[in-house]
């Protein structure tokens, strides 16, 4: 273990993130009218990849793409590796390689990948950050770099700052970590501030006390994380060659209500402005090359390229909710019934032409799943997921699934996202290789036939199983 390098010493926490899959970042190049390398077969890099939690997942189910992550601690690589070889992933290496450095051999990326790296590291290193994007972002490519952002992160900032203090003379990360965690409990309990402040401190402190070791270590108490205003980071990534696209969550880049209207001065200012009016604190943002063309006010008729795919749960008041709580009001039965559809499949997406029977014709489908990924209320993809959405005689959870199951309580979906386990079905997992019937696995499990069943459903509809 290395004693310099303080992410050997307390991992950072690394987990499967929907907004840096490459479905995510190709359906919003798509979107804004580029034409990025297809999902199925493209090359991605991920910077700071830590383990690997976020890559191998992806490198699981896209087996014909290829997935490089590199990270400066040996410790977490060293970990992803053995994943790697007991998957027997033939598309995904991780290495340990100075970002700065790597990509000089011509290495070239459809997709990159920079999570958390940023507004972590020296002024030297974000410009290598950015300098890897120009070197190695192929012409098309779509590149993900998420980083602190003012004016949303001046309260955060402020208790780092009083946590490097109360930290000043303690040695050691596990040390100043546990010191830190104390003095977050003195301010949650002395609730000293006026009343306008107290439900802003609450939320904060009570944010930060459920943070695992490894992020109030990595990020509180790092010696480098510098929010900065959009703009500035706009820029800097102009100077390198590089330029807007948008952002992982699509429905931000967006002001249907014409809020900031009046702002004059193209994209960079209206998203600034954008940031004042929602005290924006952490942005996912997409860049792409200079010189491509980018389509800053995509028509409608651009979602018959798109998938989509959103739940559904209908409100005591009458409202229809769908992602990030975000709540409609069917005024049309088409959009109820197209809300439904999703509904039903989520959290696998449906295609525009499979949507269209519920909408009635093309105007309304266009019109109706525009508004609804405007909103934020259903997702854009471009990649239809492949796994088995019933369930078989035999049914066989995928063998990603089944390793992280003998493992831990959560499990990677088809679709990146993250379960959380019952212990039953945890076991339940571990025996879903494809040679047992269900009452076979009502007998292992000690568990009655219903019981089985309904589980079963459910891991089909969470994307675990495989044909």
Excluded at 76 to 97: C, F, K, T, W, Y
Excluded at 401 to 413: C, G, I, L
Aim: hydrophobic residues 40%; glycine residues 8%; contains cysteine.
């Amino acid at each position: 273990m290395s004693a310099e390098n303080p992410y050997d010493q307390i991992p950072y926490l690394t987990f499967p993130r929907l907004m840096t899959h490459p479905d995510r970042l190709a359906a919003v190049a798509t979107l804004l009218g580029m034409e990025p390398a297809p999902v199925t077969r493209c090359r991605v890099l991920e910077v700071g990849c830590g383990d690997g939690s976020n890559l191998i997942p992806m490198a699981f189910g896209l087996p014909q793409s290829e997935f490089t992550g590199i990270d400066l601690a040996a410790e977490p690589i060293a970990a992803g590796r053995v994943v790697i070889r007991d998957l027997e992933l033939h598309n995904a290496s991780l290495e340990q390689a100075d970002l700065v450095e790597y990509g000089r051999d011509g290495a070239e990326f459809d997709y990159i990948i920079a999570h958390g790296v940023y507004s972590w590291v020296p002024p030297a290193v974000r410009d290598g950050l950015l300098e890897l994007c120009r070197r190695c972002l192929s012409p098309a490519g779509v590149a993900f770099i998420s980083y602190n952002a003012y004016p949303g992160r001046h309260f955060r900032q402020m208790v780092r700052e009083m946590l490097l203090y109360h930290c000043r003379d303690v040695s050691g990360p596990h040390e100043r970590t546990q010191a830190a965690r104390g003095f977050l409990q003195f301010l949650a309990e002395k609730r000293s501030v006026t009343p306008e402040w107290q439900a802003v401190v609450d939320k904060e402190l009570g944010q930060l006390l459920e943070r695992h070791e490894g992020n109030i270590c990595h990020d509180e108490l790092a010696d480098f994380n510098q929010p900065v205003y959009f703009r500035e980071f706009a820029a800097h990534a102009g100077a390198h060659g590089l330029q807007y696209l948008g952002e992982g969550e699509p429905n931000e880049m967006f002001d249907p209500r014409n809020v900031v209207g009046w702002v004059r001065g193209g994209v960079i200012e209206r998203e600034q402005y954008m940031d004042f009016v929602r005290l924006r604190s952490f942005r996912q943002t997409l860049l792409c090359r200079e010189d491509v063309v980018v389509d800053r006010r995509p028509g409608v008729e651009r979602m018959e390229r798109l998938l989509f795919s959103a739940p559904l749960t209908e409100t005591e008041d009458g409202l229809i909710e769908g992602l990030r709580r975000v709540r409609i009001t069917a005024l049309q039965g088409a959009v109820k019934q197209v809300a439904s559809a999703l509904g039903e499949m989520y959290p696998l997406p449906l295609s525009f032409e499979e949507l269209l029977p519920y909408a009635g014709n093309r105007e309304s489908a266009r019109d109706i799943l525009y508004g609804l990924m405007l909103g934020g209320y259903a997702d854009i993809h471009v990649h239809n997921f492949p796994c088995e959405d019933s369930v078989t005689v035999r049914p066989k959870a995928s063998r990603l699934a089944r390793y992280q199951a003998a493992k831990s309580v959560y499990v990677t979906t088809a679709m990146q996202h993250v379960l959380k386990l019952d212990e039953t079905t945890r076991r339940m997992i571990g025996l879903l290789d494809g040679t047992r019937d269900h009452a076979a696995l009502a007998a292992e499990l000690g568990e009655s036939a219903e019981a089985v069943q309904s589980a079963l459903e459910w891991l089909a509809r969470m994307a675990v199983l495989e044909a």
